[in-house]
């Protein structure tokens, strides 16, 4: 039994600010932002919220799966960005599906978030638990960016990804690879709330992404051809029977540096860092939604996804569609 992806959706908010924009408004230009990482205008979200995305992710993903809100046993999402503490953005997203079978719960892995959420819905659909599953990436990240800070905020966006996967015995998931480094885990950091019982200093302030862009830089063009290699291994086959690549979007520089290390053409690794800019747990889904929407996405196909990023993380699978 394989877990199979039968739908995508994806949703990004109707707010639209290109480097041009942040050069209004920041010491910035769209020179420096675009030839250093290939974004040129991001989604950034002002009524949406990381449950509304999710949920009209998931609802695009259903609709192109031909499966109702009924049907869903299971419901996991990734996140950084949830809109409450609690509930979970799963829970909010199964409660305005109407989803009233399902389970659901959010899960952190930050920019491996939604691959991680698809291995935990894989694994649960080979135990034999569940048949059906929504697995969603969503973020509102233009809240926890420091708006002062141009070397973080010019890179990110606001988004929601989402597939459907149902357990199927010919095509599916062949193959996953996930890693954790909670040793680097300051490279890319966040505060949460802090504590504030009467035993502790209060002083400190609310903290927003803090990142070291090089040593990112260097954990992602090391660790994801490497993870990647052993999945395509591991699922029997070799880099040249790979169709697409289909990679979190942080940086044009480091996708292009993954395809050189793999000796692969740049050309199978899809882009949309182009205009939504790095989406965190979102990324992978909203990419595979748009090459499914365009047509990209064959039957038989060998597809690669990985993601990378806070923790750190990293995570990858081969898929054939
Ligand atoms: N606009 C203009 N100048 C900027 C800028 C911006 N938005 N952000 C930083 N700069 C300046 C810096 O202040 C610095 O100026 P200085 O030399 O006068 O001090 C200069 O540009 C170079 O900064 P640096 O941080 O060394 O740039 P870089 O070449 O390392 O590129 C990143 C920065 C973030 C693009 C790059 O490190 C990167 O892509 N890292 C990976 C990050 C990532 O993908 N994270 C998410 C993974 S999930």
Request: with cysteine; hydrophobic share 45%; proline share 2%.
């Amino acid at each position: 039994m394989k877990t199979r992806i039968i739908g995508t959706g994806s949703c990004l908010p109707e707010n639209v600010v290109t480097n041009d924009d942040l050069s209004k408004i920041m010491d910035t230009s769209d020179e420096w932002i675009s030839s250093r990482t290939g974004i040129r205008e991001r989604h950034l979200a002002k009524e949406e919220t990381t449950a509304s995305m999710s949920t009209e992710a998931a609802r695009r993903a259903l609709e192109n799966a031909g499966v109702t809100a009924k049907e869903i046993d299971l419901i996991i999402l990734g996140t950084v960005t949830a809109d409450h503490v609690t509930p979970s953005c799963a829970c909010e997203v199964q409660a305005a599906l109407g989803a009233d079978r399902a389970v659901a719960f959010d899960i952190n892995a930050a920019c491996s978030g939604f691959m991680f959420a698809l291995n935990i819905a894989n694994a649960y659909l080979q135990a034999g638990f569940y048949k059906t599953a929504l697995v969603l990436g969503a973020e509102t990240l233009s809240k926890i960016m420091d708006w002062n800070d141009r070397s973080t905020c010019v890179l990110f966006g606001d988004g929601a990804g989402a597939v459907v996967v149902r357990a199927d015995e010919n095509s599916g998931l062949l193959a996953f690879d996930q890693g954790s480094d909670g040793s680097r885990g300051g490279v890319l950091a966040c505060e949460n709330r802090t504590n504030n019982n009467p035993l502790v200093d209060t002083s400190k302030d609310l903290a927003y992404i803090q990142m070291d862009g090089q040593e990112v830089y260097k954990f992602a063009v090391t660790a994801v051809p490497s993870s990647l290699q052993k999945t395509i291994v591991a699922a029997g086959l070799t880099v040249e029977d790979i169709d697409y690549f289909a990679l979190h979007q942080a940086n044009i520089r480091i996708l292009q540096s993954v395809a050189k290390r793999l000796h692969v053409s740049a050309d199978k690794f899809p882009i949309s860092l182009d205009h939504c800019g790095n989406i965190s747990a979102a990324s992978v889904p909203i990419l595979l939604d748009e090459m499914n929407r365009k047509g990209m996405l064959k039957p038989g196909m060998k597809i690669a996804m990985s993601g990378f990023g806070g923790g750190l993380t990293w995570a990858s699978a081969v898929v054939e569609w």
